[in-house]
């Protein structure tokens, strides 16, 4: 009889994955858009510029990976968070679902955005 | 001779004793895991920051400024703020564990955990750097 295949070695790559990129881009995004432009450190680049870069299709793929393993990352570790912190484990099909349908909406909108970009 | 034992086809369960849903604030080693699992809300609102960003650059300079301007509030600073607190702690709990996490061998001699913790930091300097002249500069 065929054994049936567990999805957690996929999702633990894609939170391993989704950590180093969270790790080594969030930040810089972050600082730049949510602090430094915002409070005056630095000049706000203007939408033109924003714009053009966006129809880069090098940069499209770069914010949708960007997005998408980030979102799988944060859906990986807060589904134990809440498992271990709120000792919620009996309630898994519904964690399951929030946590990784979230990732999956972020990820179809990234792709949504990304694909309209005029 | 007693009673005869009761069986059941199911599997008894074991002891186990209960722990306080407040068991993460007893000690700091607790606190500070619970607290690095929390960062991850905080990398999950960077990027939904990151795609009203894209969605207001598509519609248009009008919505781009209007979605500045919400960035410039008050709480939407505090709050990019202590995210970005919660993402920094994220990178650097992510870069020290990476030696254990990864057996780098070049040669065959494995690279020692202190260079592979160095390397993840330089990449990040250069990334951080690099994003940033794409964005403002380039």
Redesign the interface.
């Known amino acids: 009889m065929a054994q049936k295949r567990s999805a957690e070695p996929l999702l633990w790559a894609l939170f ?1 994955i989704g ?2 990129v ?14 430094a ?3 005056g450190w ?4 203007g ?2 510029r ?2 053009a ?2 129809r880069l299709p090098l ?1 499209r793929l770069y ?1 949708f990976v ?2 998408s393993l ?2 799988f ?2 859906a990986h ?2 589904r ?2 809440l498992y ?4 919620i484990k009996h309630l898994n099909e519904v964690v399951f679902a929030f946590c990784y349908g ?1 990732a999956f909406l ?1 990820t179809a ?2 792709a949504y ?2 694909w ?3 | 001779m007693s009673e005869a034992p009761i069986y059941t086809e199911y599997h008894p369960r074991w002891y186990r004793a209960k ?1 306080s ?1 407040y068991w ?1 604030l007893g000690r700091w080693p607790y606190l500070k895991f ?1 607290l690095r ?2 960062s ?5 609102f ?6 009203f ?3 207001a ?2 519609r ?2 009008e919505a ?2 209007e979605f ?1 301007s919400r ?2 509030t008050p709480w ?2 505090a ?3 202590v ?2 607190g919660f ?2 702690f ?2 650097v709990t ?2 020290n564990s990476a030696a254990q ?1 990864m057996v780098v061998r070049v040669k065959g001699k494995r690279v020692p955990g202190a260079v592979v913790v160095a390397a ?1 930091y330089a ?2 300097l250069i ?2 750097g690099v ?2 002249w ?3 500069g380039g």
């Open positions: 391993s950590g180093t969270a790790a080594l881009l969030v930040p810089v995004h972050l600082f730049l858009f949510g602090l432009i915002p409070l630095l000049e706000d680049p939408h033109a924003l714009l870069l966006l940069a914010l960007l997005c980030a979102l990352h944060w570790r807060f134990f968070t271990d912190g709120l000792q979230g972020g909108a990234a955005l990304l309209n970009v005029p | 722990i849903t993460w619970t699992e929390l991850s809300i905080a990398v999950a960077s990027v939904v920051i990151t795609l960003l894209i969605r650059v598509i248009g300079p781009y400024g500045q960035l410039r939407a600073i709050a990019a703020a995210a970005f993402v920094l994220h990178t992510w870069f996490a993840n990449a990040w990334l951080s994003v940033t794409f964005l403002l």
